[in-house]
């Protein structure tokens, strides 16, 4: 599975900005796709997953402000980042895990909240 992640870029704190991710590749396997973040001196953290059922799981720190969506016939996974923060700035990454809990790393993407 290889995935092609996109939408970084510079936004001013209370600014929204939505990133997607494409993923080609043996989809069958794959179960939930999401989006980690890991900013400079901290580890990579979830963001949030959504199964291919469309069940959705947010970080305390994102929920009301961030919302992920799935396109199955697009094999595409969204986040909206709305009312963005300093604090949400960080390179994104984008994750899909299969049945079997294997991991598939996207490219990250840098994702700069600042005035």
């Known amino acids: 599975v290889q995935l092609q992640a996109s939408g970084g870029g510079l936004v001013q704190p209370g600014g929204s900005r939505r990133l997607s991710c494409a993923a080609s590749?043996?989809?069958?396997?794959?179960?939930?796709m999401g989006w980690f973040r890991q900013a400079p001196g901290n580890e990579r953290e979830l963001v949030a997953r959504i199964t291919r059922e469309g069940r959705a799981t947010y970080a305390d720190s994102v929920k009301g402000r961030f919302a992920i969506s799935r396109d199955n016939s697009k094999n595409t996974v969204y986040l909206q980042m709305n009312n963005l923060k300093p604090e949400d700035t960080a390179v994104y990454y984008c994750n899909c895990r299969s049945y079997r809990a294997i991991d598939y790393w996207g490219k990250g993407t840098l994702v700069t909240v600042s005035s």
């Open positions: 590749g043996n989809m069958f396997e794959i179960n939930s």
